[in-house]
């Protein structure tokens, strides 16, 4: 079983919905990221959260909020997506946010945007 | 920049049979190395790591061993089964980098009985 609980595990919305995914870990972890995953390629970095504060933000559109309530939580708010935006949604952490601590990943949202 | 570059798949074998999956990569530092595993419906879990050079990351069978002279960190396993097929990540982590992962394209093995 993974440590990184995300929820829910499949989402689907209109573009004009409002909706969140969650993501929780109770490792202690002081580092937490959002990633997407397109079918049969590898994850990109979306934002990247250390010590509750945002540190790396790829770029990602204003569509796409985060917001990290406490060193335990992760959300990513979603408002007027476009259909490109269906992917697996991935949630990590990893214990101190630096290059040789690993990642933990959860299982992901899959999300379908109609 | 870093770049992480593993052997094109799918990569189709026989149970017990000997598997290496290439990986290569360009970073600017020292960067950490990891293999990833994603199975069907699942997010990716960490199979092994090494954090500088010449070490030898191992779990469940399959080790790498962190190749600084040839920029390399093959993934290794001298019996492959059925449970093992899944996709294999390939990636690298910088020290001061909050541990951004930069990810090689992935490659899909599939294990026949």
Same mark, same amino acid.
Do not use: A, F, W
């Given at each position: 079983d993974t440590e990184v609980t995300q929820t829910p595990k499949h989402l689907v919305m209109g573009m004009t919905n409002k909706k969140s995914l969650k993501c929780e870990q109770h490792?202690?972890? +002081?580092a937490m990221y959002w990633y997407k995953q397109k079918a049969k390629k590898p994850p990109e970095l979306m934002f990247v959260y250390s010590y509750e504060k945002l540190?790396?933000? !790829?770029?990602?559109?204003? +569509?796409f909020s985060p917001e990290c309530p406490n060193s335990s939580l992760l959300n990513l708010h979603l408002h007027a997506?476009?259909? !490109?935006?269906?992917a697996l949604y991935l949630c990590a952490s990893s214990r #101190?946010? #630096?290059?040789?601590s690993p990642l933990h990943f959860g299982n992901g949202t899959r999300l379908t945007v109609t | 920049g870093n770049s992480v570059t593993q052997m094109e798949g799918p990569v189709t074998l026989s149970e017990e049979a000997f598997l290496t999956i290439n990986c290569t990569y360009t970073a600017t530092g020292y960067p950490s190395l990891f293999w990833y595993v994603q199975y069907p419906g699942e997010g990716l879990q960490l199979l092994l790591k090494a954090t500088k050079a010449d070490d030898k990351g191992s779990n469940k069978g399959f080790e790498a061993t962190y190749r600084k002279e040839t920029t390399s960190f093959h993934l290794e396993k001298g019996s492959v089964q059925v449970s093992d097929s899944a996709v294999y990540f390939c990636a690298l982590s910088e020290? #001061?980098?909050?541990?951004?992962l930069t990810f090689g394209q992935g490659t899909i093995l599939t294990v026949h009985p």
């Open positions: 490792m202690g972890h +002081r540190s790396i933000n !790829e770029s990602v559109p204003s +569509r997506l476009q259909p !490109e935006d269906s #101190t946010g #630096t290059g040789n | 020290g #001061t980098s909050y541990g951004k």
